[in-house]
């Protein structure tokens, strides 16, 4: 192999492997920046309902952050599309579930 060829190949790695330091750092500082959010929120003393939905919301978007970049799960779209359907798919079943099987509920005279 020449000296050209192998430089080229390190010099590639080496841009690719900054490449990811620098979206790995970029996620970081996003977590960090969201984990004051969430701080800077609760001290708002937002009524119940409003603080649980802005706290969910965050925590979505970090868990996601977390999830896509760290576990590598961005690159797995197909999976990822088919186990999120499988997932909404088990939701609504469970959530119509004890609506169906109910006989004789509060709601029905």
């Known amino acids: ?6 430089t080229s190949m390190t010099g590639d790695h080496a841009v690719d492997i900054d490449k990811h330091v620098r979206i790995y750092i970029t996620v970081f500082v996003a977590l960090m920046v ?3 959010v969430t701080v800077t929120v609760s001290r708002f003393h937002l009524p119940v309902p409003m603080a649980v ?5 965050i925590a979505i978007i970090k868990g996601s952050l977390v999830a896509c970049y760290f576990m590598h799960l ?7 599309y088919a ?5 909404a798919a ?3 079943a469970l959530m119509v ?3 169906v099987t109910v006989h004789d509920g509060f709601w029905i005279h």
């Open 1 to 6: 192999m020449s000296d050209h060829a192998a």
């Open 34 to 36: 969201l984990t004051v």
């Open 53 to 57: 939905s802005v706290a969910l919301l």
């Open 74 to 80: 961005i690159s797995e779209k197909k999976l990822i």
């Open 83 to 87: 186990v999120l359907a499988l997932t």
């Open 90 to 92: 088990f939701f609504v």
């Open 97 to 99: 579930l004890p609506v």
